[in-house]
């Protein structure tokens, strides 16, 4: 029960904090995503050139005895609004993967285009990791179908950067 109470304080102080967002102009930003149809977590990187735009990229490798699968990414940002420790962005992004494909038994090549609205934020005093979540439309390749689908990632699946 103790536990449960523990769990339950941290959450909510991590909720109830201000989330703002510092100027990330010229740092670069290494982390995670997991934004792919084909939920394969993948590393990111994001570089801040000005204030206006962005760049950045992605790699994920799975490498097993039923084969090797990667997934590689470039995505451009266009920040649209900025607060003091917030940013409001569109995004346009383009990925190829390999996976699975459960009818021949083999490796299948796919492709994700992503057009996104989103938001980075941080909290005061952690103005080093960045979280951020998306949402917008997808045109993909996956499973032998092309599709449009919506969109919507949140802080943890869309992205957390480190900014060095």
């Not at 090797?68 to 995505?75: I, N, Q, R, S």
């Not at 940013?87 to 569109?90: G, I, K, R, V």
């Not at 993967?97 to 490796?107: I, P």
């Not at 179908?145 to 689908?149: C, D, L, M, P, Y």
């Given at each position: 029960m103790?536990?449960?109470v523990a769990a339950i304080f941290v959450f909510s102080s991590i909720l109830c904090s201000n989330a703002w967002s510092a100027s990330l102009v010229g740092r670069l930003g290494i982390g995670m995503s997991n934004h792919l149809v084909t939920d394969m977590s993948v590393l990111s990187m994001k570089l801040q050139r000005n204030r206006s735009s962005a760049f950045g990229g992605s790699f994920g490798l799975d490498s097993s005895s039923e084969g090797?699968?990667?997934?590689?990414?470039?995505?451009y940002y266009r920040y649209i609004y900025e607060e003091p420790q917030l940013?409001?962005?569109?995004a346009l992004g383009a990925n190829l993967?390999?996976?699975?494909?459960?009818?021949?038994?083999?490796?299948a090549n796919g492709y994700q285009v992503d057009g996104t609205?989103?938001?980075e934020f941080s909290f005061q005093g952690l103005e080093s990791l960045g979280f951020s979540f998306e949402f917008?439309?997808?045109?993909?390749?996956?499973e032998g179908?092309?599709?449009?689908?919506t969109l919507g990632v949140n802080f943890i699946q869309s992205a957390i950067h480190f900014y060095l």
């Open positions: 103790r536990n449960l090797t699968f990667y997934a590689v990414g470039l995505k940013n409001f962005y569109s993967f390999t996976y699975q494909d459960t009818e021949s038994d083999g490796t609205f989103g938001s917008g439309v997808s045109f993909n390749k996956y179908e092309s599709r449009i689908q």
